[in-house]
């Protein structure tokens, strides 16, 4: 930080704003997906919000900076090209692009690669404006954001894989197939529907006892394949536990 200051980029009344702002730390949630590529975007630094970087999520600017492994050499690159920050020719030949994510729900933008070094100088300058080389846009499945934190709400993880999604808790593991979406509405609404009583949960028992090696001859009946699909049972368990 001392070099900021010795060489007159950073004012000392600047410092309680960089001790102020922190950078978050960047993930994709499972609902949100990627929109598209932009290239030579122009990009406001403050509006850059986190880093996939451990060094330097969940820090304050102040930190981030300080801790910065070529701090200097960064710094004397921005006074000998300070254009480089918004001229795509000067980059042409630097073999680290600046790459960023941007979150339309959110209109904030990620580092998820390389470029830690130049984009934390960018926002402790306050510099007005950058070109990006290119811009990665995700946006988010709103339904999908629903379910998964209804599921999340009454207790169970989950697992998304190629096929569907694997919901657990201490009591039951499920495999789900098929589109998210569709899957979990009917995983949620047997959830929400089933009557945990001592006299369904016997009546349960009796109807998988006599029907689990015989699930072909009953695939005609929805509530017998449900009771095995779904496993009701276990499903009562973790109902009973998190009502």
């Not at 410092?15 to 978050?24: A, T, V």
């Not at 954001?145 to 657990?168: M, P, R």
Request: hydrophobic share 35%; proline share 2%; with cysteine.
């Amino acid at each position: 930080m001392d070099c900021l200051l010795n060489f007159n980029l950073l004012k000392l009344d600047e410092i309680e704003r960089l001790k102020i702002e922190e950078l978050s730390s960047y993930s994709l949630e499972p609902w949100e997906f990627e929109v598209g590529e932009k290239y030579g975007v122009k990009v406001e630094p403050r509006k850059i919000k986190g880093t996939a970087h451990p060094s330097y999520m969940k820090k304050s600017l102040f930190e981030a900076f300080n801790s910065l492994k070529r701090g200097q050499s960064i710094v004397y690159n921005y006074i000998l090209s300070p254009d480089y920050y918004n001229n795509l020719d000067l980059r042409e030949y630097h073999r680290d692009k600046l790459h960023l994510i941007y979150k339309m729900h959110e209109d904030k933008y990620y580092i998820s690669g390389d470029g830690n070094h130049r984009f934390i100088l960018s926002k402790v300058l306050d510099i007005n404006e950058l070109i990006i080389d290119s811009v990665t846009e995700y946006n988010e499945d709103l339904k999908l954001k629903e379910l998964l934190q209804q599921l999340e709400s009454i207790g169970f993880a989950y697992e998304i894989t190629v096929e569907g999604i694997i919901v657990n808790s201490k009591y039951l593991e499920i495999e789900l197939y098929g589109n998210l979406k569709s899957v979990l509405g009917s995983f949620l609404k047997h959830y929400i529907n089933l009557n945990t009583s001592t006299i369904n949960e016997h009546l349960y028992r009796l109807k998988r006892y006599f029907t689990k090696d015989f699930m072909q001859k009953y695939a005609y009946s929805k509530e017998i394949m449900d009771i095995c699909y779904y496993n009701f049972l276990e499903l009562m368990k973790h109902k009973r536990h998190y009502s």
